[in-house]
């Protein structure tokens, strides 16, 4: 799992640029799924027909964003200093003295102007340094709407945990690779949907649920703890297994298949624990409502430090969000 999950990591793309990524994880799915493809917005679908009479078959769709947050270049200093809009929630502290990498290879450091204290660091006070000693050279390796992002990177740390970035949701697209690997004939038919556009309002899981209409949806996405000092109480920790969502912010998840999870677990003893999280959201809530909705739930990762560069998770978590799959699948 630690190698699937470097593999999708490495690739830089942000909200609305998730080709990169795309590419990588089609290669994954396409000796393993039955159909491969692109919609219009950018999400990757990948479809697993199940083995079960095509009348008695029912549709059910699993979802992980591809997409991370990330930077646009909107201006070029006269002295070659970057200028930038983010895309998605930055929390600009934790940004600060951060190596960058532009999709097309440029590094450079993301630092603010000097002087700016802590509560003052919005992006209006950032911009990169690539080395450039002016505009023109500065201009010769990038230009206006380029995108970068904070550089990827996986370390390991001790027993099963490892940090890095983005995970928030590179984690979710390696649960549902290594789940399709796992269950290569389902009885239903499985769309397997890396979606795009997440980080901006969750617009791509409500397209694809649209199109696909599906019976029973999934999220794979990472959640908040409370096992950090200071954390606000949560009954969320890392190394407790996978987090079932009861409710976020923007949803209230189905009874039926929150029990039907709960009872895959006990069953097939696999660690779990429940998710309540009084903030955020998914693309649970989009599936929910897309069409005329279906009944929806959400596998959670718990994450420490979420959207930083130093994104912190326990692999045995991970592999308990694929084992729960994969019994819920049997069992479906």
Not at 171 to 180: D, H, K, Q, W, Y
Not at 240 to 260: H, M, R, W, Y
Not at 289 to 299: P, R
Request: glycine fraction near 10%; proline fraction near 4%; charge should be negative.
């Amino acid at each position: 799992m630690l190698e699937l999950l470097k593999k999708i990591v490495k690739a830089p793309a942000i909200s609305g640029r998730e080709g990169a990524v795309a590419d990588v994880i089609s290669a994954l799915m396409e000796p393993i799924c039955d159909e491969v493809y692109r919609d219009k917005l950018g999400n990757l679908i990948a479809v697993k027909h199940g083995s079960a009479p095509e009348g008695e078959r029912k549709k059910i769709m699993f979802a992980a964003h591809m997409d991370e947050i990330g930077f646009f270049v909107t201006f070029i200093e006269d002295n070659g200093y970057i200028r930038l809009a983010p895309i998605g929630g930055i929390n600009f502290v934790a940004a600060a003295y951060t190596n960058v990498i532009f999709a097309n290879g440029v590094k450079g450091v993301l630092v603010p102007e000097t002087g700016t204290k802590a509560d003052a660091l919005t992006f209006d006070k950032f911009y990169v340094d690539i080395g450039a000693k002016d505009k023109k050279e500065a201009e010769r390796r990038v230009k206006i709407g380029d995108y970068f992002v904070i550089e990827p990177s996986v370390t390991r740390l001790c027993g099963k945990r490892v940090a890095g970035r983005p995970l928030d949701d590179r984690v979710g697209c390696a649960i549902m690779v290594e789940t399709a690997r796992r269950v290569p004939t389902p009885r239903d038919d499985v769309y397997y949907v890396f979606t795009a556009q997440e980080e901006v309002g969750c617009r791509g899981a409500k397209t694809a649920a649209f199109a696909i209409a599906p019976d029973v949806a999934i999220a794979y996405d990472v959640t908040g703890t409370g096992d950090t000092i200071g954390a606000k109480p949560m009954a969320v920790k890392v190394g407790g297994g996978a987090a079932i969502k009861l409710k976020d912010s923007s949803v209230i998840c189905s009874t039926e298949l929150v029990a039907a999870l709960e009872t895959a677990a006990r069953e097939e003893k696999i660690a779990y624990q429940i998710e309540i999280l009084p903030y955020g959201g998914t693309d649970t809530s989009s599936m929910q409502m897309a069409g005329s909705g279906c009944m929806a739930g959400c596998l959670s990762v718990p994450t420490r430090y979420i959207h930083s560069g130093v994104e912190m998770i326990d692999l045995g978590d991970v592999e308990a969000c694929v084992a729960l799959t994969a019994a819920y699948l049997v069992r479906a």
